[in-house]
């Protein structure tokens, strides 16, 4: 069950290297169009139950447990892998998920948030929409940033 959630981590590493508004744009558009299916696995299993919030947590805890099993030792993830996993999640996934306009979007967004605060230990870890943060690059100006 949601299995394919590991796969949306895929080159998490290479996504973030030297982004700027276009290559953002570009993997961005990429991460969408390779990840619908995961995307709407999630959002079919939460929006498939009576109680909605348990769905949620059961999917955050899929995602964040899938993470940890590929990505961490013994259970545990170093504090590069944290702080590059948790970057990655607020630039591609929690803005793809608020980007399908699902009504559960923002629960299984709050759900993930939660749950990935949690697992590692960072109680003002937080997410915005893909508007919000594409308005955030630097352009080049004269060539300098």
Not at 8 to 17: E, I, Q, W
Not at 89 to 104: C, Q, R
Request: net charge negative.
């Amino acid at each position: 069950m949601l299995d394919g959630t590991i796969q949306m981590f895929a080159n998490y590493k290479l996504m973030l290297k030297k982004i700027k508004t276009k290559t953002y744009e570009e993997r961005f558009a990429k991460f969408m169009a390779d990840n619908k299916s995961n995307l709407d696995a999630m959002l079919v299993y939460v929006r498939g139950r009576q109680d909605k919030d348990t769905a949620a947590a059961e999917v955050a805890s899929i995602v964040a447990e899938n993470v940890y099993s590929e990505y961490g030792r013994w259970g545990r993830l170093s504090g590069g892998a944290k702080a590059d996993l948790s970057l990655y999640m607020v630039y591609f996934i929690f803005p793809s998920i608020l980007k399908t306009e699902d009504e559960n979007a923002v629960l299984l967004c709050d759900a993930i948030r939660d749950e990935w605060r949690t697992r590692t230990n960072n109680p003002i870890y937080e997410y915005t929409t893909y508007d919000e943060l594409h308005g955030t690059f630097q352009e080049k100006l004269f060539g300098v940033f």
